[in-house]
């Protein structure tokens, strides 16, 4: 089965859905809540309808909600630490309940979880190149050694992100929409074949 067969309609609309987010994230450095909560929600209702049975599919809400709450999951030390948006965390909370409520709770939660890390190692491939085209290496080794000392000095989450905040003006943004969609197509892509 290839990733146009016509039942696999819901993955083109995320695909789509993650195109765009990426294409807003890469152009005003923010994805908008118009854009990722009816994702969110919409994938819920994917769940649910198939739950009722009025259309065939693998999972249901429960899957759902777990591929939400796990895309939530993954990204909050991120968001924490000011590496992030809050924007790129509800991106990720759609995909997770749109291939929750597609592929179901086992399958899904591992799409969810590889394609993250695809994502990830997008995202590091993409900011190592910004920072040497930048020339800035070693300021960013610098903002690196403040990070990871603020995770086992600081007291709490909030004053992780309270030092993350004051940095954040002297830091180059990574639109990261744009590495976690080419993770997330490129490992839906990467499942089904074209």
């Known amino acids: 089965m290839t990733f146009f067969a016509p039942q696999n309609w819901p993955l083109w609309f995320l695909s789509v859905a993650m195109v765009v987010a990426a294409v807003i994230d890469g152009w005003k450095l923010k994805v908008p809540n118009w854009l990722t909560f009816p994702l969110i929600i919409s994938g819920w209702l994917l769940g649910l309808i198939h739950d009722c049975g009025w259309l065939a599919g693998a999972g249901g809400i429960g899957a759902s909600l777990a591929g939400t709450a796990l895309g939530f999951a993954l990204l909050l030390p991120v968001y924490a630490i000011g590496g992030m948006g809050a924007g790129d965390v509800k991106m990720q909370m759609g995909f997770g309940a749109w291939v929750g409520a597609f592929f179901g709770l086992s399958q899904g ?61 002297r830091l180059h943004l990574l639109p990261y929409g744009i590495p976690l969609c080419i993770g997330f197509v490129g490992y839906l892509f990467f499942l089904y074949g074209i």
């Open 109 to 169: 939660l591992k799409i969810v979880f590889y394609a993250f890390c695809a994502a990830a190692l997008i995202g590091g491939v993409i900011a190592l190149a910004m920072i040497l085209l930048r020339g800035q290496l070693r300021r960013n080794v610098q903002n690196t050694r403040e990070i990871v000392g603020d995770w086992f000095t600081a007291s709490s989450l909030g004053t992780v992100a309270g030092k993350a905040a004051e940095r954040k003006p």
